[in-house]
């Protein structure tokens, strides 16, 4: 793969940077793919764009604010509460976010060369979001080489992982202190550490305590 391109699906936060560390590791030209579609704080797309100049790759927003106009949710919405109900999907979900996400990243990959695509979903770290489990990944990865009568791979680093391990992976990679200082995860737009309250937030740092306590042990 060092002699191939990939495009990292980038949004800023802890586990997409996480990614595009590893990708600049594993591929030899690396591009970044960040998505416009109306989410409630613009600080994640200019957090993103900071740290892809920062690292040296390129940067591309794509405009999907079609998916405002369709979906009405917290992520969407700013007088939607952000909840997280048993039994229900987060207030958080955006339908279909991902599958165009991918789909519009692949076609941005054909037109560039590339024929990785890298994405931060997590099966381990569910949080009840349908469109970041293993199988759906594979299944999409299938339906877009058939569509594009391509040969895409689909790769994710952290589908196995829980947010400590995810923490462990950026430490292996060098960058720990980057993740934890630039990163935008909260759902409120605050970067580092961010609010402390919204789930994001939550699950960030209780896997930073985990790993902290792992290496320390």
């Known amino acids: 793969m060092k002699q191939e391109k990939a495009v990292?699906?980038?949004?800023?936060?802890?586990?997409?940077?996480?990614?595009?560390?590893?990708?600049?590791k594993q591929f030899k030209e690396v591009t970044t793919v960040t998505f416009d579609y109306g989410q409630?704080?613009?600080?994640?797309?200019?957090?993103?764009?900071?740290?892809?100049?920062?690292?040296?790759?390129?940067?591309?927003?794509?405009?999907?604010?079609?998916?405002?106009?369709?979906?009405?949710?917290?992520?969407?919405?700013?007088?939607?509460?952000?909840?997280?109900?048993?039994?229900?999907?987060?207030?958080?979900?955006?339908?279909?976010?991902?599958?165009?996400?991918?789909?519009?990243?692949?076609?941005?990959?054909?037109?560039?060369?590339a024929s990785h695509l890298v994405t931060g979903v997590s099966e381990t770290d569910f949080s009840g979001y349908p469109d970041c489990r293993d199988t759906f990944v594979k299944?999409?990865?299938?339906?877009?080489?058939?569509?594009?009568?391509?040969?895409?791979?689909?790769?994710?680093?952290?589908?196995w992982l829980d947010k400590a391990s995810v923490w462990e992976l950026s430490d292996q990679l060098g960058a720990f202190d980057f993740i934890q200082q630039r990163t935008l995860t909260c759902y409120n737009g605050i970067p580092a550490a961010g609010c402390g309250t919204c789930p994001a937030c939550k699950l960030r740092s209780q896997g930073l305590e985990e790993y902290l306590e792992r290496r320390e042990a």
Not at 84 to 109: C, D, I, K, M, Q
């Open 40 to 113: 409630r704080h613009h600080a994640e797309i200019e957090c993103a764009r900071n740290i892809a100049e920062e690292l040296g790759v390129s940067f591309k927003v794509l405009d999907m604010t079609l998916i405002n106009q369709l979906s009405a949710n917290a992520l969407t919405r700013d007088t939607i509460k952000i909840t997280e109900e048993v039994g229900e999907l987060p207030s958080t979900f955006v339908p279909g976010r991902n599958h165009l996400f991918f789909s519009f990243a692949a076609v941005y990959a054909q037109a560039i060369g």
């Open 8 to 24: 990292v699906v980038f949004s800023g936060g802890q586990d997409s940077t996480t990614c595009l560390f590893w990708a600049l």
């Open 139 to 159: 299944s999409l990865n299938v339906t877009l080489n058939l569509a594009m009568d391509a040969k895409f791979v689909m790769h994710t680093p952290l589908m």
